[in-house]
């Protein structure tokens, strides 16, 4: 009789405590969306008894109609910041800088916490063969990270393993020294493949396919599978590829009578036109008086399924422009953000997950 009791007072007692875990249904859900924005600024303060510059800011809520919004700034050790990456496998901000005022040699590893805080110290990735990086991509089933370099050597691919626990100077796992000293820009993966901007006249994209897996430490005179190539192009720079909704972004600019007139290049169907070399044309160009674009360097396009934006910086204008992705001609930013005290926005890196 008393086990019985027992028995059934525990019962009682579990019911109870699941009842209480469940959720009120006048509780509203809990959003877990995120939409982060880095950005990169190449203001650099040369004399170390004055203040440094903030060279890191972050745009929290990118999507929200609150966009015209800096949340925070932070101070990587880049002496100017450059290019800017963050990929969410690594919950870290790698930041290379612009080289144009003192040599600096390191890609800074700053540590984001759960709210997309940036850690103040941070570690760095010292090699002298850091010069003139201009993209950054980080592969999280391989745990690497490929540094896109072009200067007066060459154009090369320098790539790291285990770049978050990098703290003191390092060798490159692998080096590829690209072909026909490649004029490279900005860099994506793709599968097994890597994807690299070209800037230049008639500039474009190179594919590299199976370049991912590969395992020799050196590769020479490396050219890509293949070429495509965008006529009229004059200075492409900021890629950006969306797998989910197979599409891609590229920006552009050209100078006439002494002023630049910037542009974004978008194309659908990414996964068809990337599959053979040779020209490609975009499926809408954004550009004209009302965009307010005159030096676009870098952007970024939204990614989840069925997102609305592309993000754009532009450092002649000091502003951060957001645009529909299905934008096209002469047509107003949906937002924009005029960048704080005069800073450059020179690259940015979005994080958005649902």
């Known amino acids: 009789m008393r086990q019985r009791f027992y028995l059934s007072l525990l019962v009682v007692l579990v019911v109870a405590v699941f009842s209480s875990c469940e959720r009120d249904d006048d509780e509203p859900l809990q959003s877990r969306s995120i939409s982060r924005l880095y950005v990169s600024y190449s203001n650099f303060q040369p004399d170390e008894s004055q203040t440094q510059i903030d060279n890191i800011s972050v745009i929290s809520n990118a999507d929200s109609s609150n966009f015209g919004i800096l949340n925070s700034f932070y101070r990587s050790a880049a002496k100017g910041g450059s290019t800017i990456y963050f990929h969410p496998s690594s919950q870290t901000v ?50 690497k990270l490929y540094a896109v370099s072009v200067n007066s050597k060459g154009s090369f691919i320098n790539i790291f393993d285990r770049p978050r626990g990098i703290s003191s100077y390092t060798k490159t796992s692998q080096r590829y020294i690209l072909a026909n000293n490649l004029p490279a820009w900005d860099a994506a993966i793709v599968q097994s493949n890597l994807v690299l901007s070209r800037t230049g006249t008639n500039g474009g994209l190179d594919i590299f396919e199976d370049i991912i897996p590969k395992r020799d430490s050196v590769f020479n005179n490396v050219s890509s599978t293949r070429s495509l190539t965008v006529e009229g192009a004059n200075n492409i720079r900021g890629m950006s590829i969306d797998t989910v909704n197979n599409m891609l972004a590229l920006t552009d600019y050209s100078i006439i009578n002494n002023d630049t007139v910037g542009r974004i290049l978008i194309f659908d169907n990414f996964s068809e036109i990337s599959k053979v ?30 997102s ?15 645009f529909l992705k299905t934008d096209n001609g002469n047509i107003k930013p949906e937002s924009s953000l005029p960048s704080a005290n005069n800073r450059r926005p020179i690259s940015i890196s979005l994080d958005a997950r649902q």
């Open 94 to 143: 790698f930041h290379a800088s612009i080289n144009s005022t003192v040599t600096d040699t390191l890609i800074q590893t700053l540590r984001v916490g759960e709210t997309g805080q940036v850690s103040s110290s941070n570690t760095k990735i010292p090699n002298g063969r850091l010069t003139g990086v201009r993209g950054l991509v980080f592969h999280p089933g391989m745990d």
């Open 277 to 306: 070399s040779g020209n490609i044309t975009p499926s809408r160009i954004i550009s004209g008086a009302n965009t307010l674009l005159k030096q676009p360097v870098d952007v970024d396009l939204d990614f989840r399924l069925n």
């Open 308 to 322: 609305k934006y592309l993000y754009v910086v532009d450092p002649a204008t000091r502003y951060i422009h957001r």
